[in-house]
Nanobody
Framework: QVQLVESGGGLVPAGGSLRLSCAASGLPFSSNTMGWFRQAPGKEREFVAAISRSGGGTYYTDFVKGRFTIFRDNAKNTVYLQINSLKPEDTAVYYC?????????????????WGQGTQVTVSS
């Protein structure tokens, strides 16, 4: 049974930082590309960042470039999202996802497994 478990969310003031973690089990982690998405109330789930199987390739949506960093530790079956300079508009539920694919995708439909999400709330 595949499980992706996110943690690290919380309430932070604008300008603060968080590190989100996603621990994976039940799948060959190093064979999966991994992604982070977010969903704000009343909005569609949107791509945030993704990372290749080896960790050598990283991809970001434009509005997080320079503030967010995705990285992974294949020995620990965990992918991370470091979030700096948080803004109120970053408030959302953040989801990690796994794709059993060679190439990274930004498409929600391209991911095979999803976590339950972790809430990030940024106060102004």
């Amino acid at each position: 049974q595949v499980q992706l478990v996110e943690s690290g969310g919380g309430l932070v003031p604008a300008g603060g930082s968080l590190r989100l973690s996603c621990a994976a089990s039940g799948l060959p982690f190093s064979s999966n590309t991994m992604g982070w998405f977010r969903q704000a109330p009343g909005k569609e789930r949107e791509f945030v960042a993704a990372i290749s199987r080896s960790g050598g390739g990283t991809y970001y949506t434009d509005f997080v470039k320079g503030r967010f960093t995705i990285f992974r530790d294949n020995a620990k079956n965990t992918v991370y999202l470091q979030i700096n300079s948080l803004k109120p508009e970053d408030t959302a539920v953040y989801y990690c996802a796994a794709a059993n694919k060679i190439f990274v995708t930004r498409d929600v439909a391209g991911y095979d497994y999803w976590g339950q999400g972790t809430q990030v709330t940024v106060s102004s």
